[in-house]
């Protein structure tokens, strides 16, 4: 059976942790090297400052160890990294005066807040940060030398970064959309012309299987057909080596022309089914029930001798004998029974049956001979 082709498969819940784990790797890698050479930068400088730096730098390698350990936690240390980040940006942007770029930091955290976090983490993060930048200028909590075209620019860039960030999530959310609905569609055509195809196959089985069926049945009596008996007879040659052979029976109905001629065809062939089925029902298993030709059928019975066979012969008779069939009146079989003989053609056993069968029908019908063994 196909297969529906994943043109846009879902990230699983380990991929989404692997990526995750790998980015915050990196991160704390970076941000722990980083801050510790920032540390021994500014502690001349700005001591204060350089102690942040340090305390960070030692945070991030913790971190780095935790996530190393506890891969399954990757969520709560994506939260405590990003919020500890944040406070140390903030801490810089408001405290390390004399550097123009550290405004930068700022941009930075809020695009790892949207990554990290989602949507929702980056807009309260984008509103706590434009609060406090804005508060603080107004009430000069602390001392900035940021002018107001300076923290104007600063919250156009992160307003841009903002609108940014969320037009690319929305575009991205948007082909995903399209994405997996085209994959649903698909899927819904594999899948239905998968059934269709599977369908026409089992109607193709079914088919053959008819065919084979009426190319071996014969199609009044539901037995082997004559055809089929010579192809099996043909595929399983008698073996010398078997302790018991095979034995045939050959069956004749008595009197069955002056049926058809007395009562009609569909009489014949009512009495000729009734026969078979009788036939079919009372042999055994693993033998084989044949119409060889008008009202002549045949037991070809597998590793059965003379006298079992002649058994088998004598109680289908029996049976037959007992059918009920309107008009008729009561119906009789004869029949001859030979066994195969090593070297035996299939033509030359039923001579043999067919010599015992004459013999049946000279003794008075109604009876069952057997082809005496050489």
Same mark, same amino acid.
């Given at each position: 059976?196909?297969?529906? #082709?994943?043109?846009?498969?879902?990230?699983?819940?380990?991929?989404?942790?692997?990526? !995750?784990?790998?980015?915050?790797?990196?991160?704390?890698? %970076?941000?722990?090297?980083?801050?510790?050479?920032?540390?021994?930068?500014?502690?001349?400088?700005?001591?204060?400052?350089?102690?942040?730096?340090?305390?960070?730098?030692?945070?991030?390698?913790?971190?780095?160890? =935790?996530? *190393?350990?506890? /891969?399954?936690?990757?969520?709560?240390?994506?939260?405590?990294?990003?919020?500890?980040?944040?406070?140390?940006?903030?801490?810089?942007?408001? @405290?390390?005066?004399?550097?123009?770029?550290?405004?930068?930091?700022?941009?930075? =955290?809020?695009?790892?807040?949207?990554?990290?976090?989602?949507?929702?983490?980056?807009?309260?993060?984008?509103?706590?940060?434009?609060?406090?930048?804005?508060?603080?200028?107004?009430?000069?909590?602390?001392?900035?030398?940021?002018?107001?075209?300076?923290?104007?620019?600063?919250?156009?860039?992160?307003?841009?970064?903002? %609108?940014?960030? *969320?037009?690319?999530?929305?575009?991205?959310?948007?082909?995903?959309?399209?994405?997996?609905?085209?994959?649903?569609?698909?899927?819904?055509?594999?899948?239905?012309?998968?059934?269709?195809?599977?369908?026409?196959?089992?109607?193709?089985?079914?088919?053959?299987?008819?065919?084979?069926?009426?190319?071996?049945?014969? *199609?009044?009596?539901?037995?082997?057909?004559? *055809?089929?008996?010579?192809?099996?007879?043909?595929?399983?040659?008698?073996?010398?080596?078997?302790?018991?052979?095979?034995?045939?029976?050959? #069956?004749?109905?008595?009197?069955?022309?002056?049926?058809?001629?007395?009562?009609?065809?569909?009489?014949?062939?009512?009495?000729?089914?009734?026969?078979?089925?009788?036939?079919?029902? /009372?042999?055994?298993?693993?033998?084989?029930? @044949?119409?060889?030709?008008?009202?002549?059928?045949? #037991?070809?019975?597998?590793?059965?001798?003379?006298?079992?066979?002649?058994?088998?012969?004598?109680?289908?008779? !029996?049976?037959?004998?007992?059918?009920? #069939?309107?008009?008729?009146?009561?119906?009789?079989?004869?029949?001859?029974?030979?066994?195969?003989?090593?070297?035996?053609?299939?033509?030359?056993?039923?001579?043999?049956?067919?010599?015992?069968?004459?013999?049946?029908?000279?003794?008075?019908?109604?009876?069952?001979?057997?082809?005496?063994?050489?």
């Amino acid at each position: 059976m196909l297969r529906p #082709i994943q043109l846009f498969p879902e990230l699983t819940d380990t991929v989404n942790v692997r990526y !995750k784990v790998i980015f915050l790797n990196n991160v704390f890698t %970076f941000a722990g090297l980083a801050s510790l050479a920032m540390s021994m930068i500014r502690w001349n400088a700005d001591p204060f400052l350089g102690k942040v730096d340090l305390l960070f730098s030692c945070v991030a390698f913790i971190l780095l160890w =935790i996530l *190393h350990r506890y /891969h399954k936690m990757v969520e709560l240390i994506a939260s405590i990294a990003l919020w500890l980040c944040f406070v140390q940006f903030l801490t810089v942007f408001f @405290v390390g005066n004399g550097n123009a770029t550290r405004s930068g930091l700022l941009l930075l =955290i809020l695009a790892a807040a949207f990554y990290l976090k989602g949507r929702v983490a980056g807009y309260s993060m984008l509103a706590i940060l434009l609060s406090l930048v804005i508060g603080n200028h107004l009430l000069g909590l602390f001392p900035s030398d940021y002018s107001d075209l300076d923290l104007l620019s600063l919250g156009f860039y992160l307003l841009a970064q903002f %609108f940014i960030i *969320h037009n690319y999530e929305s575009l991205r959310e948007t082909q995903t959309s399209y994405l997996k609905a085209l994959n649903s569609d698909l899927e819904a055509q594999v899948k239905q012309r998968t059934e269709q195809l599977a369908a026409a196959n089992q109607a193709l089985e079914m088919e053959k299987l008819n065919l084979t069926r009426l190319s071996s049945t014969d *199609h009044l009596t539901g037995l082997s057909n004559r *055809h089929h008996f010579e192809t099996k007879f043909a595929e399983y040659p008698p073996s010398a080596s078997r302790k018991t052979a095979d034995a045939l029976i050959l #069956i004749d109905i008595d009197n069955f022309k002056t049926i058809n001629d007395t009562y009609g065809h569909v009489l014949g062939d009512t009495v000729l089914k009734s026969v078979a089925s009788c036939m079919q029902k /009372h042999s055994r298993i693993y033998d084989i029930t @044949v119409r060889w030709g008008g009202d002549e059928l045949i #037991i070809y019975a597998p590793r059965t001798t003379l006298k079992q066979a002649c058994q088998l012969a004598e109680k289908i008779r !029996k049976q037959i004998y007992a059918l009920q #069939i309107d008009q008729s009146g009561p119906i009789t079989i004869s029949a001859g029974v030979a066994v195969l003989q090593p070297g035996d053609s299939l033509s030359q056993l039923l001579n043999r049956a067919d010599k015992a069968l004459y013999e049946a029908k000279q003794a008075g019908r109604n009876s069952v001979y057997a082809a005496a063994l050489a």
